[in-house]
């Protein structure tokens, strides 16, 4: 059984952003769950918004515009936080936190006090798939890990706005018509774009595609077809292909490497 330890190549520590569509907000707090159950501290946050999580993702949940509040509430806490939620401020009306700072979340990295700190940088509205917008996504510069979403109920469909988000743009990048099948060679196409789902990841930082809901043998098979496309492209930047369903346990189902990587 591949771990998501494993399978996202986590090292000693760091700030983990999540891009894309399909599930980042369930991979988001499964990894936070999987890393506190090993005793490590962990932040989940947002720069964009996210719903408020329910208990049984978070605990506790923060609100504080400026890393030296936040700081000051978990201080409060002496120790006995494992894994805190935080936002900038919340939506009732909406059910939704606000996003942080990239500013702010490079203060809390240096302060040390987590382990680890997971980002979702960019927003999809529900989407399986999506390509951003100019002003998107947000990734704080001290990310050392950027996981590029894929939904996999997506792929085989019509390119519509039922399952894209910003189809516009996933149509210029893809050279999709409307209406079109998306194809795994399209979803490979907008992910190594330049201005595709890993776009404003640090140079530094490692690369992973997450083909999520392969909960099927079609799901599974486009899955595996969007890894084959991304082994023909001479310089895709991405180091590692997940496969698998963030649902269910396991949540991988199997990885294909495409940049030999070494743990940090």
């Known amino acids: 059984m591949v771990t998501l330890r494993d399978g996202l190549l986590l090292g000693e520590g760091g700030v ?32 964009t918004k996210i719903h408020a999580p329910s208990p049984e993702q978070a605990g506790t949940v923060f609100i504080a515009e400026t890393a030296d509040g936040l700081l000051q509430r978990i201080r409060e806490e002496r120790g006995r936080l494992r894994h ?3 936002a900038a401020g919340s939506l009732p009306d909406q059910g939704k936190l606000t996003g942080l700072a990239p500013e702010v979340i490079r203060d809390i990295w240096r302060s040390r006090r987590f382990r680890w700190i997971l980002v979702e940088a960019d927003g999809a509205a ?14 704080p510069a001290c990310t050392s890990l950027c996981v590029g979403m894929i939904g996999l109920s997506g792929v085989g469909r019509p390119a519509d706005p039922v399952r894209v988000f910003r189809l516009e743009q996933f149509h210029r990048l893809s050279g999709l018509i409307a209406g079109a099948t998306i ?9 190594v774009h330049a201005r595709g789902v890993f776009k404003n990841t640090p140079d530094d930082a490692l690369r ?3 083909c999520n809901q392969a909960d099927s043998p079609r799901r599974l098979a486009a899955g595996r077809q969007i890894a084959h496309a991304l082994t023909q492209k001479k310089h895709s930047g991405i180091n590692r292909v997940v496969i698998g369903r963030t649902l269910f346990d396991p949540p991988i189902t199997e990885v294909h490497d495409l ?4 743990r940090k």
Not at 130 to 135: G, L, Q, R, S, V
Not at 183 to 191: F, G, I, K, R
């Open 16 to 47: 983990i952003s999540l891009v894309g569509a399909g599930g980042k907000t369930s991979l988001m707090f499964g990894l936070a769950r999987e890393l506190t159950s090993a005793g490590e501290t962990v932040l989940t946050t947002t720069t």
């Open 84 to 86: 805190v939620t935080a």
């Open 126 to 139: 529900g989407r399986p798939l999506k390509a951003p917008a100019e002003h998107e996504p947000v990734i």
């Open 183 to 191: 194809t795994p060679a399209a979803v490979a196409d907008v992910l």
């Open 208 to 210: 992973i595609a997450f």
């Open 259 to 262: 940049i030999p990587t070494t």
